[in-house]
């Protein structure tokens, strides 16, 4: 080791000369090499949500989360299950072996038990149940949040806005909004109204829904072709749904929807209500596509 170092302390010039040559290596090394900003990682776990309004814990364990799960179990590639049944909701979470040699047959079994068990589940579901795998690709590097001392409305505006700046950036795969509540018309009914006429509650849903349509009337054939016919009776307008007639007897007696119900423009319940500084707000996650290094404008 002496002589070592007795051999470099006698040649200043040839430790100089691999200095630099390392330092050039490195670099050259440096431009080569690929790297990511959120590199993917495979965490080996799927989740299985579903949703029941209204429902409480024991409903939805009696009623969902033990039934995804008797044939969740049939699946393979499986190491182990994790359920909870909360208010509203059943969330099972799934730990893949990690051993597993095909990852998407086990991914295809599970969804094939998930679709299996959906027929045994109640039929007033809303939605499926939705089968996710965690996936760093999946999550977020940024967040936008949009807040101030403004109204709601102003505030959806400026999300709308920035979203569509933000997927207009190169590399940007998708942005989602939390807290930015979907429009939706109430309509408040006065059952004073509605008793004195005679109208049941089914009878204006039916009313309602015969008149908001958009389906398919077939065909024309003709010498040129064929044209598609589409019957197009959606509202324009949401608060059009006032003017739905309710019921149609005789001239000048007709009852319209505003007569028996009060039409209001507002915003879907509160599902996830954010808060920046005791501020009502709204944040945009930004998700990047997989390998990407930087984004761009």
């Known amino acids: 080791m002496n002589r070592l170092v007795r051999s470099f302390v006698e040649r200043p010039k040839l430790v100089n000369l691999i200095m630099v040559l390392v330092i050039v290596l490195g670099l050259m090394s440096l431009k080569v090499s690929r790297y990511e900003v959120s590199p993917q990682t495979d965490m080996g776990i799927i989740t299985v949500t579903t949703t029941k309004s209204g429902a409480g814990p024991e409903e939805i364990e009696l009623g969902i989360t033990l039934v995804l799960e008797e044939e969740l179990l049939k699946a393979n590639g499986i190491r182990s299950i994790y359920s909870r049944s909360m208010e509203n909701m059943s969330?099972?979470?799934?730990?893949?072996?990690?051993?597993?040699?095909?990852?998407?047959?086990?991914l295809a079994d599970i969804q094939k038990?998930?679709?299996?068990?959906?027929?045994?589940?109640?039929?007033?579901?809303?939605e499926k149940p939705l089968v996710v795998e965690l996936d760093t690709a999946n999550l977020p590097i940024a967040e936008l949040h949009i807040t101030g001392p403004v109204s709601e409305q102003v505030l959806r505006q400026q999300a709308r806005q920035w979203e569509r700046k933000l997927r207009g950036v190169v590399g940007v795969s998708g942005v989602n909004k939390i807290g930015y509540r979907k429009s939706e018309v109430k309509i408040q009914l006065d059952h004073d109204k509605l008793l004195h006429l005679g109208i049941s509650h089914d009878e204006i849903q039916r009313?309602?829904?015969?008149?908001?349509?958009?389906?398919?009337?077939?065909?024309?054939?003709?010498?040129?072709?064929?044209?598609?016919?589409?019957?197009?009776?959606?509202?324009?307008?949401?608060?059009d749904v006032a003017e739905v007639i309710i019921r149609s007897r005789e001239r000048g007696n007709t009852v319209v929807l505003r007569d028996v119900a009060e039409v209001l423009l507002g915003y879907e319940d509160w599902d996830v209500q954010f808060l920046t500084d005791g501020q009502l707000g709204i944040a945009?996650?930004?998700?990047?596509?997989?390998?990407l290094t930087s984004l761009k404008p």
């Open 91 to 106: 969330l099972i979470t799934l730990n893949l072996d990690p051993d597993i040699d095909d990852k998407s047959k086990a």
């Open 113 to 126: 038990a998930v679709d299996r068990a959906e027929r045994k589940l109640p039929s007033d579901l809303l």
């Open 207 to 239: 009313a309602i829904a015969l008149r908001n349509v958009r389906d398919s009337g077939g065909s024309i054939s003709s010498v040129s072709g064929e044209t598609k016919v589409l019957t197009m009776g959606q509202f324009r307008d949401p608060l």
């Open 284 to 291: 945009l996650q930004v998700k990047i596509m997989f390998r």
